[in-house]
């Protein structure tokens, strides 16, 4: 029996770079996937409206966790031989588009109907009114939601460790195997998930308070 | 391709899998009830004057809500059996759910308690309630039925989360569908089968705190309109 050593340390800061990148991947593929979801859900076509709405309402009503399995052997049936990372980084994209799109479209609502009334009597059209008037309004109210979503992320991508991705709770788990000393392990592993996680918690009620003005 | 899906398989399973969606909503209600208790106990202590209270709960707060679900389940399953605990793999995922929910519970409280406003509290004791009365009526009811959608979405997060305790092996859903899929070797029929009763118990567990929202808070429903 091993015991748990500084190489073990070094081994699951190793992995946790692992657990960065599916965290960059999912927040920016999803990001991309919900921007579009969320034009979708203010779009003026009731089918686009009503497809983005579908999407959001099935995907947060099934556990990451069975789309990261479907994904994974539907992809094999498929007849594509993927990395458990890119079936990682599809799965994660898939799930943070529509949380994201959600939360941004409550965002782009956020802002006050009037600069829309405004913009259309300066003559805009819709894309101008979103490029140039709501969407930069919009995108000062989604700093703090998006940034908590952030950790959302990080926690989540454990679970790639399901389907055989070396992140940092599988690195976890593999050392536990063989030294048998849990709450030394894990709690490693949960110390280093929260040094990723408080500072964009820190961040995000920063933000917050800083939005927030008229509530101080 | 030349792959020929075949869902009768995972079908003949079906009473397996229904008993597993059963345990699932019975191991996601459980800790919903453990886990609201949980965190509004946490909420009021936070709003008391001790600040050795307030420290401990703002610590159990953070640490929870920074760590991965996955992780507090292992801690708990593995960590409490190295100490010679010995959990069932389902007293091991209540405990880790009800811990978990507790902490988010508590901060959406806390967001409810501080919404009361300060005068409606000095009106309470200006007719001469009791602390605890005041406390109940004019703080804890209405700030539950302000967040009350907030605590409905965690709590349906918290059912879907569940599935994570199928890597202690709690014999809920999940956990049912892979021994399926080991035995069928049917693997994507399976988790498309249970994706859509995951999407099924969703839509079961908001219709269930709608009409509990619906019989709890009476003054909403005969006015209509929110506090």
């Known amino acids: ?3 748990f050593t500084f190489l073990h340390v070094e081994y699951l800061l190793q992995a946790a770079v692992w657990t960065v990148v599916l965290s960059l991947i999912a927040f920016v593929c999803g990001g991309l996937g919900g921007f579009a979801i969320a034009l979708g859900r203010i779009s003026t076509s009731p089918a686009l409206r009503r497809i983005s709405s579908w999407y959001i309402q099935i995907v947060q009503g099934i556990p990451l966790l069975v789309v990261l399995f479907v994904t994974y052997f539907g992809l094999a049936i498929a007849g594509f031989k993927l990395s458990p990372l890119v079936a990682a980084g599809i799965s994660f994209a898939v799930y943070c588009a529509a949380f994201l799109g959600e939360i941004w479209r409550g965002c782009i609502e956020a802002v006050p109907k009037t600069q829309w009334e405004a913009s259309e009597c300066l003559g805009f059209n819709r894309f ?4 140039k008037v709501i969407l930069p309004q919009a995108f000062k109210i989604a700093i703090p939601p998006t940034v908590g979503f952030m ?3 990080v926690k989540n991508t454990s679970l790639a460790s399901v389907i055989g991705f070396v992140d940092l709770s599988r690195a976890g788990q593999i050392i536990n195997n063989s030294t048998f000393q849990p709450f030394t392990v894990f709690g490693c592993v949960a110390l280093i998930y929260f040094c990723l996680c408080y500072p964009l918690s820190a961040l995000s009620k920063h933000f917050e308070r800083k939005l927030n003005v008229s509530n101080r | 391709m030349h792959y020929t899906f075949d869902f009768m398989s995972v079908f003949v399973n079906w009473p397996r899998l229904l008993y597993g969606a059963w345990l699932t909503v019975q191991l996601s209600a459980l800790s919903i009830v453990l886990g609201f208790v949980v965190g509004t106990l946490c909420a009021v202590a936070f709003k ?3 600040w050795l209270l307030q420290a401990l709960v703002k610590a159990y707060v953070e640490i929870i809500r920074n760590t991965p679900l996955l992780v507090q389940v292992f801690l708990v399953y593995f960590g409490l059996a190295s100490i010679g605990l010995r959990l069932t793999a389902e007293t091991a995922a209540v405990i880790a759910l009800t811990v978990n929910v507790g902490a988010y519970t508590a901060e959406i ?13 000095e009106a309470a004791e200006c007719l001469g309630m009791s602390k605890f009365h005041v406390y109940w009526h004019v703080v804890l009811l209405p700030a539950v039925e302000r967040v009350y959608p907030s605590l409905t979405s965690q709590f349906i997060l918290l059912m879907l989360a569940s599935s994570i305790t199928s890597q202690i092996s709690a014999e809920e859903l999940t956990a049912t569908a892979n021994l ?3 035995e069928t070797f049917r693997s994507f029929e399976v988790y498309v089968v249970i994706a859509v009763a995951y999407l099924a118990l969703s839509f079961l567990f908001r219709a269930a705190f709608w009409l509990i929202g619906k019989s709890a808070f009476v003054r909403k429903r005969k006015l209509g309109t929110n506090l």
């Open chain 2, 180 to 182: 399926v899929q080991s």
């Open chain 1, 1 to 3: 029996m091993n015991s």
């Open chain 1, 151 to 153: 950790v959302q992320i």
């Open chain 2, 109 to 121: 409280m806390r967001a409810g308690i501080n919404s009361i406003h300060p005068g409606q509290i």
């Open chain 2, 48 to 50: 008391s004057k001790s």
């Open chain 1, 128 to 131: 101008e009114q979103l490029h």
